[in-house]
């Protein structure tokens, strides 16, 4: 019996002591389980502290990261909207950039040469006489005339996957959606005046100097040896002199520089037709003819009258 006693007496000591021992080391609440949902989280209480300590420190770090990360795409995108909208804008014509107008037609009329888009002597269809007839013509006389039916043909032939092309290899670039025609003709966009010159020189050869001076609503592009400028006419006086009944007489254009006699002319009319470059070496009409209004003259220069020889038959315009 006394050996009974002292088991039984040893097991409850032995008890009591462990359930001292947990009631210390906090057993019941770290060995407790919870039946929770899947939207709930219960955080043990002895892991409040702790969390809530670190959280202090981690969320403002998780702020300012995610607050740099939103600033920074939309500055981003402003930088490159603004690049965008600069890219886009069109340039405003000024003293430094010009709507081409037929100043385009011609090297890409050279160009199409070139390439062999369009043959020098071919025929093209072209604008209609004064009898109301189709007529055809080849590109160069095409241009001189400015004949617009005539570069609508082109364009269509050339195509404007080979003009924008060209362009583009000569560090020219125009705004999308512009046709063929819209090209050709310079409509619709305008270029800096030095691209426009740097393109004469690298397309236009010196077998296109019968075409220069080339004109274009008063304004003029004279050549010389792959040398392109710009110059302008002098309209201010022909606003005064221009009446269409009044008298004059023609002025002596003999030996002059092309350009000093088309600066003369344009100061009474605009219909002024140029064969040849160089100096004048005969006009028409004569020098000091009477003549009335806006008279149509015609200049040959030396190079025209080298090419057709003496003597050179004016037509009879009076």
Request: glycine residues 6%; positive net charge; contains cysteine.
């Amino acid at each position: 019996m006394n050996k009974k006693a002292n088991r039984r007496a040893f097991f409850v000591c032995m008890f009591i002591f462990l359930m001292f021992v947990s009631i210390i080391m906090h057993l019941p609440e770290k060995i407790s389980f919870q039946r929770v949902s899947t939207d709930q989280k219960i955080v043990p209480a002895n892991m409040s502290i702790y969390m809530q300590e670190n959280e202090r420190k981690i969320i403002p770090k998780i702020v300012s990261v995610s607050t740099a990360q939103a600033i920074q795409p939309v500055r981003e995108t402003q930088t490159e909207q603004a690049a965008v909208n600069k890219k886009v804008s069109p340039p405003v014509p000024g003293n430094d950039f010009i709507e081409p107008s037929f100043f385009m037609s011609l090297p890409l009329v050279c160009f199409a040469i070139k390439e062999g888009l369009i043959e020098k002597e071919g025929m093209i269809p072209a604008g209609k006489d004064n009898g109301n007839a189709a007529q055809w013509k080849k590109p160069i006389d095409i241009l001189y005339d400015k004949d617009v039916e005539g570069l609508k043909n082109i364009s269509k032939t050339i195509g404007i996957k080979h003009m924008m092309l060209f362009l583009k290899q000569e560090g020219i670039m125009v705004k999308e959606g512009l046709s063929a025609e819209e090209i050709m003709l310079g409509r619709g966009y305008v270029l800096e005046k030095k691209k426009l010159l740097s393109l004469y020189s690298d397309t236009v050869s010196n077998e296109y100097c019968n075409l220069f001076p080339f004109t274009v609503n008063g304004t003029v592009i004279i050549g010389n040896n792959g040398h392109f400028e710009f110059t302008a006419m002098k309209n201010n006086a022909k606003k005064h002199h221009n009446a269409e009944n009044e008298e004059r007489l023609m002025p002596n254009l003999m030996n002059l520089p092309i350009k000093v006699a088309l600066e003369k002319l344009a100061i009474n009319t605009a219909k002024i037709k140029i064969h040849g470059s160089g100096i004048v070496a005969e006009q028409f009409p004569k020098p000091f003819e009477r003549i009335n209004g806006e008279t149509e003259c015609i200049i040959y220069g030396k190079t025209q009258k080298q090419q057709n020889g003496f003597p050179v038959t004016l037509p009879d315009k009076r």
